[in-house]
T-cell receptor
Framework: EAQVTQNPRYLITVTGKKLTVTCSQN?????MSWYRQDPGLGLRQIYY???????DKGDVPEGYKVSRKEKRNFPLILESPSPNQTSLYFC??????????????FGEGSRLTVL | AQSVTQPDIHITVSEGASLELRCNYS??????LFWYVQSPGQGLQLLLK??????LVQGIKGFEAEFKRSQSSFNLRKPSVHWSDAAEYFC????????????FGRGTSLIVHP
């Protein structure tokens, strides 16, 4: 089954404790992206990647890191989480427009709480 | 910079009533246009998309949307809403040329009364 898998789905952590949210897709998509969703603010892009070893900042990259060592994986790293990073996070992937439909495929989300 | 506006934060309708969710975009050329739905506790799922051609597009779950170039709009419609349609709806645009970076509206929350 074609899917984007995020882990963990739920996490409660404390300020400053490094954490990684994993994202994996099995559709051989070039494009992957991370979003955070907050009430009243909609979806805001954190980082995106056009292909392996190619990443770029989105609208709200501060406090986050990403890497794209393999095509299927795009982990989101919070080196020193703070309470303002409490949010619902989504990973998404897509074939690039030239070869695909432009549709984004989303994971089910990871709800992170930083105390 | 491109932008997407969904002017309605919440919309309440009765089951069986018709629905229209508004989406306006600001972009120099006609972008690619999408509507996604987020059911409670779920990720986003594509409802429909517009690239070119017929300006009225059909999607899943009985939804349709109409692209109006003169109004820079891509409104989502459904003739008869079901209780299961209660969800968050997001409009998104993608540049028709250049880098692939989608921009999302802030979403409209649909509440359905029995």
């Amino acid at each position: 089954e074609a899917q984007v898998t995020q882990n963990p789905r739920y996490l409660i952590t404390v300020t400053g404790k490094k954490l990684t949210v994993t994202c994996s897709q099995n559709m051989n998509h070039e494009y992957m992206s991370w979003y955070r969703q907050d009430p009243g603010l909609g979806l805001r892009q954190i980082y995106y990647s056009m292909n392996v070893e190619v990443t770029d900042k989105g609208d709200v990259p501060e406090g986050y890191k990403v890497s794209r060592k393999e095509k299927r994986n795009f982990p989101l790293i919070l080196e020193s989480p703070s309470p303002n990073q409490t949010s619902l996070y989504f990973c998404a992937s897509s074939p690039l427009l030239a070869g695909g439909t432009g549709e984004l495929f989303f994971g089910e989300g990871s709800r992170l709480t930083v105390l | 910079a491109q932008s997407v506006t969904q002017p309605d934060i919440h919309i309440t309708v009765s089951e069986g009533a018709s629905l229209e969710l508004r989406c306006n975009y600001s972009y120099g050329a006609t972008p690619y246009l999408f509507w996604y739905v987020q059911s409670p506790g779920q990720g986003l799922q594509l409802l429909l998309k517009y690239f070119s051609g017929d300006t009225l597009v059909q999607g899943i779950k009985g939804f349709e949307a109409e692209f109006k170039r003169s109004q820079s709009s891509f409104n989502l419609r459904k003739p008869s809403v079901h209780w299961s349609d209660a969800a968050e709806y997001f409009c998104a645009v993608v540049p028709s040329g250049g880098s692939y970076i989608p921009t999302f509206g802030r979403g409209t929350s649909l509440i359905v009364h029995p």
